[in-house]
T-cell receptor
Framework: GENVEQHPSTLSVQEGDSAVIKCTYS??????FPWYKQELGKGPQLIID?????GEKKDQRIAVTLNKTAKHFSLHITETQPEDSAVYFC??????????FGQGTILTVHP | NAGVTQTPKFQVLKTGQSMTLQCAQD?????MYWYRQDPGMGLRLIYY???????DKGEVPNGYNVSRLNKREFSLRLESAAPSQTSVYFC???????????FGQGTRLTVV
């Protein structure tokens, strides 16, 4: 089955800096790659996703890039703010498949 | 519009006790899921239901059973709780498999 590896496990940045989280996946048939943000005491919430027919997608300060050849995808957050502090999860699935999640990254943004 | 609602939010069980975690969604989604979240291990799929009337095992199904009661409700049962089942449990739903999943607030379960 699918295996998703996520790095780093913790990331600490200063407010205003950029943050990058990287994931690799094993199943070459995977074509859906969402990113979730989980705030303390809450369930994960989708922040951005990408399908395999595009290489990059942006939404304000958040962007995701996908390299299908290398089987990796990344989350980029620019101009980080304290409210970006949370746990971030990447995931992968095939069409009509189950999501497999990475291990999570604890992002801390220091004011 | 509540989204995905889980009950209870917190529960303490003694080893060997049984309990059922309840989940309901009001988004008319076809697919529903149960995950457990443990430190450093991300979200691991226990069971899922691709559509009403079907259920399938996920990555870590041992010690659990599920029931897709109707399109809205998907319950998770622990027949004989063990300390290894101490975790945070999340229910989720999506329109279909492979589409955006919406999560509930979680149930924090402790087995002593």
């Amino acid at each position: 089955g699918e295996n998703v590896e996520q790095h780093p496990s913790t990331l600490s940045v200063q407010e205003g800096d950029s943050a990058v989280i990287k994931c690799t996946y094993s199943d070459s048939a995977s074509n859906y790659f969402p990113w979730y943000k989980q705030e303390l005491g809450k369930g994960p919430q989708l922040i951005i996703d990408i399908r395999s027919n595009v290489g990059e997608k942006k939404d304000q300060r958040i962007a995701v890039t996908l390299n299908k050849t290398a089987k990796h995808f990344s989350l980029h957050i620019t101009e980080t703010q304290p409210e970006d502090s949370a746990v971030y999860f990447c995931a992968a699935s095939t069409s009509y498949g189950k999501l497999t999640f990475g291990q999570g990254t604890i992002l801390t943004v220091h004011p | 519009n509540a989204g995905v609602t889980q009950t209870p939010k917190f529960q303490v069980l003694k080893t060997g006790q049984s309990m059922t975690l309840q989940c309901a969604q009001d988004m008319n989604h076809n697919s529903m899921y149960w995950y457990r979240q443990d430190p450093g291990m991300g979200l691991r799929l226990i069971y899922y239901s691709a559509s009403e009337g079907t259920t399938d095992k996920g990555e870590v199904p041992n010690g659990y059973n599920v029931s897709r009661l109707n399109k809205r409700e998907f319950s998770l049962r622990l027949e004989s709780a063990a300390p290894s089942q101490t975790s945070v449990y999340f229910c989720a739903s999506s329109e279909f498999l492979g589409t955006e999943a919406f999560f509930g607030q979680g149930t924090r379960l402790t087995v002593v």
